[in-house]
C-alpha cells in the first residue's frame, strides 16, 4: 500500500496540492498518494483523526485550519512555534508533529527562483495576520537591513512587529506611517488581491531595482503587482513559487527527500496562462 497523505481545507477543491505533489512524487520515485479533502468549519480535528486512523502518515494545512493543526500538534518545529500556525503535520507513533513551510517556501522562491538576495535589504511586508506571522522569523534570517510591517489597523502591527523584536529590529505602523519611506522589496500578504482591491500605499514606496512580490496569485497580474508596477516597481512575482516551494519543503519534512520544484512551477505556470 502506498503512504497516505493529503491537504485539508474549507475549501478545498481548488487546491493545487495534489498536482504538486504526485509530480514530486513522480519524480523522486516516492511509494505514495495524496489527496484533497474537505474538512467540515467545525470538524478540523475529528477529520484528521479519521485521517490517521485511515494510515495517514502527513496532511497540509490550508485555509482556514493552520491555527486549529497548531493546536491539535503535539509537538512543534521551532518556526511553526514562531508561527502561532501549522501547515504542515506528519503523524508517527502516537505523536502529531506540526511544522510551518510558508516562510522556507517563500525564502526559496524570492532568493532561489528569482535570484534576489535578502541580505542587506530594507523590505516592507503589508499585512499583520496569519500569512504575515508565519514568514517574519524566515526573512529575519537572511539579515535584511530593515523589516516595516504596515496594516490597516496600526496597533496589530506595532504588536506583531513586538512578538519579533528579539530576534532583529522590527518596525510596525499604518499604511499612512509609510510616508517619506522606500524599500528594496514589498512583501503582499493582505487578502487584497482575493477581493481585487488596491491597498493605500503612499507614492515612493519603491526604491530603484524594488521588487514587488504578492503571496497571492492568479491567472495574469494581481491587483497588488498592478499597482506596484503603476507606482515604480521594477519587478513583480506573485506567489505561485511560494506555493511550490512551501509544498517541497512539506515534501522533505515527510519524505527527507528535496524534489526539483522547477519543473513543475514551470508546469503550474504554463497551465494558469492557458
Same mark, same amino acid.
Given at each position: 500500500?502506498?503512504?497516505?497523505?493529503?491537504?485539508?481545507?474549507?475549501? &478545498?477543491?481548488?487546491?493545487?496540492?495534489?498536482?504538486?505533489?504526485?509530480?514530486?512524487? @513522480?519524480?523522486?520515485?516516492?511509494? /505514495?498518494?495524496?489527496?484533497?479533502?474537505?474538512?467540515?468549519?467545525?470538524?478540523?480535528?475529528?477529520?484528521?483523526?479519521?485521517?490517521?486512523?485511515? =494510515?495517514?502518515?502527513?496532511?497540509?494545512?490550508?485555509?482556514?485550519?493552520?491555527?486549529?493543526?497548531?493546536?491539535?500538534?503535539?509537538?512543534?518545529?521551532?518556526?511553526?512555534?514562531? @508561527? =502561532?500556525? %501549522?501547515?504542515?503535520?506528519?503523524?508517527?507513533? =502516537?505523536? %502529531?508533529?506540526?511544522?510551518?513551510?510558508?516562510?522556507?517556501?517563500?525564502?526559496?522562491? &524570492?532568493?532561489?527562483?528569482?535570484?534576489?538576495?535578502?541580505?542587506?535589504?530594507?523590505?516592507?511586508?503589508?499585512?499583520?495576520?496569519?500569512?504575515?506571522? =508565519?514568514?517574519?522569523?524566515?526573512?529575519?534570517?537572511?539579515?535584511?537591513?530593515?523589516?516595516?510591517?504596515?496594516?490597516?489597523?496600526?496597533?496589530?502591527?506595532?504588536?506583531?512587529?513586538?512578538?519579533? #523584536?528579539? &530576534?532583529?529590529? %522590527?518596525?510596525?505602523?499604518?499604511?499612512?506611517?509609510?510616508?517619506?519611506?522606500?524599500?528594496?522589496?514589498?512583501?503582499?500578504?493582505? #487578502? $487584497?488581491?482575493?477581493?481585487?482591491?488596491?491597498?493605500?500605499?503612499?507614492?515612493?514606496?519603491?526604491?530603484?531595482?524594488?521588487?514587488?512580490?504578492? /503571496?497571492?496569485?492568479?491567472?495574469?497580474?494581481?491587483?497588488?503587482?498592478?499597482?506596484?508596477?503603476?507606482?515604480? @516597481?521594477?519587478?513583480?512575482?506573485?506567489?505561485?513559487?511560494?506555493?511550490?516551494?512551501?509544498? $517541497?519543503? @512539506?515534501?522533505?519534512?515527510?519524505?527527507?527527500?528535496?524534489?526539483?520544484?522547477?519543473?513543475?512551477?514551470?508546469?503550474?505556470?504554463?497551465?494558469?496562462?492557458?
Amino acid at each position: 500500500m502506498p503512504d497516505l497523505y493529503a491537504v485539508f481545507g474549507n475549501p &478545498i477543491a481548488h487546491s493545487k496540492s495534489p498536482a504538486i505533489h504526485a509530480s514530486f512524487a @513522480a519524480s523522486t520515485s516516492q511509494d /505514495m498518494v495524496y489527496e484533497a479533502r474537505l474538512a467540515p468549519l467545525d470538524g478540523f480535528a475529528p477529520a484528521i483523526a479519521e485521517f490517521v486512523a485511515a =494510515g495517514g502518515k502527513g496532511a497540509n494545512v490550508t485555509v482556514p485550519f493552520k491555527e486549529d493543526a497548531f493546536r491539535l500538534a503535539t509537538r512543534l518545529s521551532d518556526r511553526a512555534a514562531r @508561527a =502561532g500556525a %501549522v501547515n504542515t503535520l506528519a503523524f508517527a507513533d =502516537g505523536e %502529531v508533529f506540526g511544522d510551518n513551510t510558508d516562510g522556507a517556501g517563500l525564502v526559496r522562491d &524570492i532568493t532561489l527562483n528569482l535570484g534576489y538576495s535578502l541580505n542587506g535589504r530594507r523590505i516592507l511586508l503589508l499585512g499583520a495576520g496569519g500569512a504575515s506571522r =508565519g514568514v517574519i522569523a524566515p526573512l529575519l534570517a537572511e539579515k535584511p537591513a530593515a523589516l516595516f510591517i504596515a496594516n490597516r489597523s496600526a496597533e496589530k502591527a506595532v504588536k506583531l512587529a513586538e512578538d519579533f #523584536s528579539d &530576534i532583529a529590529p %522590527v518596525n510596525g505602523g499604518s499604511f499612512a506611517d509609510l510616508a517619506g519611506k522606500s524599500f528594496d522589496l514589498l512583501i503582499n500578504a493582505t #487578502s $487584497a488581491s482575493l477581493a481585487g482591491a488596491s491597498l493605500p500605499l503612499p507614492p515612493g514606496l519603491f526604491a530603484p531595482g524594488a521588487l514587488a512580490y504578492d /503571496m497571492m496569485y492568479g491567472k495574469g497580474e494581481t491587483p497588488f503587482l498592478l499597482q506596484a508596477r503603476e507606482q515604480g @516597481a521594477a519587478r513583480g512575482a506573485d506567489g505561485l513559487g511560494m506555493l511550490v516551494e512551501q509544498a $517541497a519543503e @512539506a515534501f522533505f519534512v515527510w519524505r527527507a527527500v528535496r524534489p526539483q520544484t522547477a519543473p513543475v512551477l514551470a508546469d503550474l505556470r504554463a497551465k494558469l496562462a492557458g
